[in-house]
Nanobody, 124 residues
Framework: QVQLVESGGGLVQAGGSLTLSCAASGRTFTNYAVGWFRQAPGKERAFVAA????????YYAGSVKGRFTIGRDNAKNTVSLQMNSLKPEDTGVYYC?????????????????WGQGTQVTVSS
């Protein structure tokens, strides 16, 4: 069992930056890819970014590519999401999750061990 806790959310003006962190406890997630998803009010949960277990491969949604950077520190059992040039449409609850089934990292159905989420609000 892996417990994930997200932190770092908050209120920021458009153009600003935030760094989210996902910390794991219980079993390590160092052997698994980890992803970030977000859910805006009234919308489905959507893929944001993912990183392979080694950190060598990263994947981004088109809407955040070039603005967000995902990273991981396996020694500390943490995954981060650096978010720059934030836009109001980036507003939502951000969740991290462990990819427990191999396949397309964009597919939320392949993930388990979801965190409770952290709210990000970007004002215009």
């Amino acid at each position: 069992q892996v417990q994930l806790v997200e932190s770092g959310g908050g209120l920021v003006q458009a153009g600003g930056s935030l760094t989210l962190s996902c910390a794991a406890s219980g079993r390590t997630f160092t052997n698994y890819a980890v992803g970030w998803f977000r859910q805006a009010p009234g919308k489905e949960r959507a893929f944001v970014a993912a990183i392979s277990w080694s950190g060598v491969s990263t994947y981004y949604a088109g809407s955040v590519k070039g603005r967000f950077t995902i990273g991981r520190d396996n020694a500390k059992n943490t995954v981060s999401l650096q978010m720059n040039s934030l836009k109001p449409e980036d507003t939502g609850v951000y969740y991290c999750a462990v990819q427990i089934v191999g396949g397309n990292s964009y597919d939320s159905n392949l993930y388990g061990y979801w965190g409770q989420g952290t709210q990000v609000t970007v004002s215009s």
